[in-house]
Structure formats: C-alpha cells, structure tokens
C-alpha cells in the first residue's frame, strides 16, 4: 500500500486516515488514488469511519455502496467490528484496483458483500453467485485467534479473508472465459469435483502428509476453488508486502530499482524473488520483539507455478476479460 502526500500541507498521509496531523478532514479517492480535503463524504464516515469520498452528498461511496446487508447494530459489538471489516475491505479492494479490478473501467459485474455478525450461530464466510458473506465478528482479536487455533492456521486476519473470499469471486468472474477454465483445470484440478465431499474429507481425515509440496496452506489441499483462493490472496499478500515496503522508503538489493512498482512488474519469477526474501527478513525482525513471522510459509516449485498462473490472470485486469 502506498504512502501519501497531504493535501494542506507537510507530512504523509497513510489508507486509513480521517484527517491531517493537524485535524483538517481529508478523505480518500480511489480513482485518484490521493487524499482529497474536501466532500462530499461517504455517507458511513460518522459510522463506521469510512474514509473514502462519495460521488455526490449523502451517498456512499464505492467500497460501502458494495455492502448489500449491514450487521445487527443490536447485536454486541456489530459497529466497531464492522468498522473494521470494511477497513480490510476498502485496502482490498484498493490493492486490485491496481489492476483495474472494479474501478469504473472495469466492465464487470462487482462483488456484493453480506456483512454478518455472529448471533445465536455462527456466520460462515464465502461467496456465491458474486456475493461475498463476511462474519464480522472475527474482526474481534479473541475471536479470531480462538478460531485461528482451533482449525491449526498459522496466519487469519481480516484483510486475509477479504482477500480469500474476493478471490473466489474473481474466480466466477474468469471463469466465464472457455480459455481460462481449461488451463485453470490444467493447473489447478478440476473444480467439479463434488466440494461439500471434499470438504468434508478435510476436516474429517486432515490433508495428506505431502500437501505442503503443492499447496500453499493445508486448506488449499481440500479443493481447486480452495487451492485458488488461497493462491490468489497469497499472491496479494506478497505483492503488498513489496509495495508497503517500498511505500515505506526502505530498499534492499534484490529490488530492481529504486521506486519499483511491484504491482506493475510482469516478472512473476522475479516478484516472487523480491517478495519471499524481504518476507523472510522482517519474519527474523518480528522474532526479535516475539511476535509471529509476518509470512509463515513456504514457496515450493508447484505453488510457485501457481501464483505466476494467477499472476498472469489478475494482472491482465478486468479489461482483460
């Protein structure tokens, strides 16, 4: 994610903010993709602080006007972690817009979001048919390191489910192109397979014991949808790393240039190289303070062959299509 300049003055502006240093109310554009000092505002910013413009007064913005069904403001908790939620969304959806998905020039159908909070039963997360369903009671830390643990993942987070679920969307999206099916079934398996069976099997038998040589996680094992979606939001993952990084005015020697834009670089290869190196070195600065690895995993040969395949989809863009 990038780094800002303010528009009234000294000093940078980071995604999430509201206002200046000095308090002047600033909000972003993601057309532009710069802070702007002036409305109309998204009509969530006293709500939820959404910090996003809106075509005109009153109206949301692009990210909000996403968001079909809101939580039960009754239930406890629901705004702070809904708030939340569409925190993870808007940086999501900003990390694809750089490749042009859902801006205006995107001709496609956009994702609409079911914001749940969790009542009397859980609310499962996942897409169907271009709606995506986001539990936003795991914006909670202890909810969602109790669930982290009990399901044995080295890495949840609210952007990482944006970013799972979104893919599974954009997914359904490229799968309209005879084209892309035949070598995702090519790359990946076929998605036909039955998936509540396969699911099942998973969660009731375990991955097998050499997943970690195709698969970036075990849950990518269970299914292609599955195998997708984690490569894909693994491939954002490590793309955003490189571009916050960068943003953040830091360098290395495998970078090939000053100023580099990851999310511009057609070289998955050398990406990938670039990516996994700063991940593994921020992982032994995090060591030092006893927090967990920034990037827990490992890039074999076939998850790598994976993430230059959906690198190469993602890439071309929504005009692709």
């Known amino acids: 994610?990038?780094?800002?300049?303010?528009?009234?003055?000294?000093?940078?502006?980071?995604?999430?903010?509201?206002?200046t240093a000095d308090g002047t109310p600033v909000a972003y554009d993601p057309q532009a993709r710069a802070f702007l000092p002036m409305?109309?505002?998204?009509?969530?910013?006293?709500?939820?602080?959404?910090?996003?413009?809106?075509p005109e007064q009153g109206a949301f913005c692009r990210s909000c006007a996403m968001t079909a069904l809101a939580p039960d403001p009754e239930l406890p908790n629901a705004i702070p972690n809904w708030a939340e939620t569409e925190a993870a969304k808007r940086w999501v959806l900003d990390n694809l817009g750089r490749w042009h998905w859902f801006r205006p020039e995107?001709?496609?159908?956009?994702?609409?979001?079911?914001?749940?909070?969790?009542?009397?039963?859980?609310?499962?997360?996942?897409?169907?048919?271009?709606?995506?369903t986001i539990s936003v009671s795991e914006a909670d830390p202890v909810v969602r390191e109790t669930r982290r643990e009990a399901l044995s993942e080295p890495y949840r987070t609210m952007i990482g489910h944006m970013r799972h679920e979104i893919a599974h969307m954009l997914w359904w999206r490229l799968s309209l192109r005879e084209d892309f099916l035949l070598?995702?079934?090519?790359?990946?398996?076929?998605?036909?397979?039955?998936?509540?069976?396969?699911?099942?099997?998973?969660?009731?038998?375990?991955?097998?014991?050499d997943w970690e040589l195709f698969h970036l996680t075990s849950y990518a094992s269970s299914h292609p949808h599955e195998d997708w979606a984690e490569t894909a939001a693994h491939l954002l993952h490590l793309v955003d790393i490189t571009d916050s990084f960068v943003a953040a005015g830091m360098t290395s020697p495998e970078m090939p240039r000053y100023n580099w834009?990851?999310?511009?670089?057609?070289?998955?290869?050398?990406?990938?190289?670039?990516?996994?190196?700063?991940?593994?070195?921020?992982?032994?600065?995090?060591?030092?303070?006893?927090?967990?690895?920034?990037?827990?995993?490992?890039?074999?040969?076939a998850t790598r062959r994976k993430l230059v395949f959906v690198h190469g989809w993602l890439r071309r863009g929504a005009q692709g299509l």
């Open 1 to 19: 994610m990038k780094a800002f300049t303010n528009p009234v003055g000294p000093g940078t502006l980071w995604f999430h903010n509201l206002t």
């Open 39 to 54: 409305p109309p505002f998204c009509a969530n910013r006293d709500i939820i602080g959404c910090n996003w413009i809106a």
């Open 106 to 132: 995107d001709p496609g159908t956009r994702p609409t979001f079911h914001m749940l909070a969790d009542g009397h039963q859980l609310a499962a997360m996942g897409h169907g048919g271009g709606i995506v």
């Open 183 to 209: 070598a995702f079934r090519e790359m990946f398996g076929d998605e036909r397979a039955d998936y509540t069976a396969a699911l099942r099997q998973h969660y009731e038998q375990g991955p097998s014991q």
């Open 261 to 301: 834009d990851p999310y511009s670089e057609p070289d998955t290869h050398a990406l990938l190289h670039v990516a996994a190196t700063l991940a593994t070195r921020i992982n032994h600065v995090n060591r030092s303070m006893g927090l967990p690895d920034l990037y827990p995993f490992v890039l074999s040969e």
